[in-house]
């Protein structure tokens, strides 16, 4: 019998103060930087100075994220684990790079090469659990956490591992984020203040973060949520997207009457929000929606944000203000349908029940 | 020579992310390598390229560098001695 997958830990870092809190309680709307960077935990209580030093933002900020998730569900250890990153320890690649040019190949040091590769984040994390069993790296662009994701719920459902540590992370490099500005993926200065809801600009508020999460077979005392599904549609027209997610939740035995929340990847980006406006103005138009990126920013793996977000309120029942796109209430919030997408390409469904 | 001693400590401490190590806390003769500083072989790598680049000495026979990297007193005297810049 196919297993079934319940998220019973989770742990985050992020442009908020999402550790030692309760639940977005001390959010901030930041409407007047381009840039977020990441509101960082005390390493040292998670992390020995020596094994600390050579580590990337990332590297620490995943290990932190995981410690957090591993304690929230009470497990010592796990099976698996599965990471997805869209740009890696990109801070130390570009550190090495530099290197590369300024010295004219020559002087290379070791240290910021090994951090520079994309599974050092999954890496470090076995080496700190001792964990020798899978370990896998998905790198997706805007679904590589969800592909981690599937490749998790799949391994439990398979029965391959009984408990697998699952996490989305991506840092901000200075050089990465200038090449950014340049191709317009992030926002002009003068299009501040940014208001995602009501864009009319284009780019996007980039940010940076860790969420991971330990998912079992087991419902626990700890259990946020169950995973009932996730899609990835690499490509999907804009008069697609209603009629994939209706045979989603199809296939589910579900209708978009019976979702009690839709979370949008509502980015700011007026070309690409219209994939979100459409289903928020039309088919979920009676449904409560929430947003998230102008809590986190937008990066490859901020949909992992997302599913902290909305594992916590399924977790609490209760839904932050801040995060309300629309003002429609459910007397409960059961079921759960995330839908993300990055410039109108990478699309991913994913459906959360209690 | 006091000055290159005091020059090796801050690079030691910036290149090897020493973070919560100051100046003052490596006595000249401190060990750099097991319990002293508690090197390991990655920052001998870079301990390597420090002398290559900063002070152009290109170690040629690897066994040198225990001796050489003993503590920064021995680090210094090597490198006033050999320096080509």
């Known amino acids: 019998m196919t297993k079934k997958t319940y998220i019973n830990g989770v742990g985050c870092i992020s442009t908020q103060k999402t550790f030692d809190t309760v639940f977005l309680e001390e959010a901030v709307v930041n ?10 935990p005390v390493y040292k209580d998670y992390i020995s100075p020596a094994a600390a030093r050579r580590m990337a933002k990332g590297v620490k900020n995943g290990i932190v994220a995981s410690a957090l998730a591993m304690k929230d569900a009470n497990v010592e250890n796990v099976d698996a684990i599965i990471t997805g990153t869209g740009l890696g320890c990109i801070e130390d690649s570009e550190k090495f790079l530099k290197n590369i040019l300024d ?17 050092t984040v999954g890496a470090q994390i076995a080496l700190s659990l001792q964990c020798k069993g899978y370990n896998f790296t998905y790198v997706n662009g805007a679904v590589s956490f969800e592909s981690a994701l599937l490749d998790a719920k799949m391994q439990i459902e398979e029965n391959e591992a009984n408990s697998i540590l699952v996490g989305g992370v991506d840092e901000n490099g200075e050089y990465t984020l200038s090449l950014f500005k340049l191709a317009g993926r992030i926002k002009k200065e003068n299009d501040l203040p940014s208001n995602i809801l009501n864009t009319t600009s284009t780019g996007v508020v980039y940010g940076e973060g860790a969420s991971f999460f330990v998912l079992e077979n087991e419902r626990k005392d700890s259990t946020y949520a169950e995973i009932l599904d996730v899609e990835i549609r690499n490509t999907l027209e804009e008069n697609e997207i209603e009629s994939e997610l209706i045979t989603f939740l199809k296939v589910n ?3 978009i009457s019976d979702v009690d929340a839709v979370v949008l990847g509502f980015g700011g980006n007026i070309e690409s929000d219209v994939y979100y406006k459409n289903l928020a103005e039309n088919a979920f138009a009676k449904t409560p929606q929430l947003y998230y990126k102008h809590l986190s920013g937008e990066y490859d793996t901020a949909s992992a944000f997302a599913l902290w977000m909305a594992s916590k309120i399924i977790k609490t029942q209760d839904i932050p203000e801040i995060v309300k796109v629309n003002s429609v209430t459910k007397p409960v919030y059961n079921i759960i349908l995330l839908y993300n997408q990055v410039n109108g390409k990478n699309h991913s469904f994913t459906l959360l029940s209690k | 020579m006091e000055a290159l001693k005091e020059e090796l400590k801050n690079k030691i401490i910036t290149t090897l992310n020493l973070e919560d190590i100051a100046i003052e806390d490596i006595a000249d003769n401190d060990p750099l390598f097991g319990d002293g500083l508690g090197l390991d072989s990655i920052d001998a790598l870079e301990l390597i390229v420090i002398l290559d680049k900063d002070y152009g000495i290109k170690l040629v026979d690897p066994k040198e560098g225990k001796s050489i990297f003993q503590s920064i007193e021995t680090m210094a005297a090597y490198i006033s001695a050999n320096r080509t810049k």
């Open chain 1, 253 to 255: 035995n579900l209708e």
């Open chain 1, 103 to 119: 010295n004219n190949e020559e002087f290379l040091t070791p240290t910021s090469f090994i951090q520079s590769t994309h599974n």
């Open chain 1, 31 to 40: 409407t007047t930087e381009t840039v977020l960077s990441i509101v960082s």
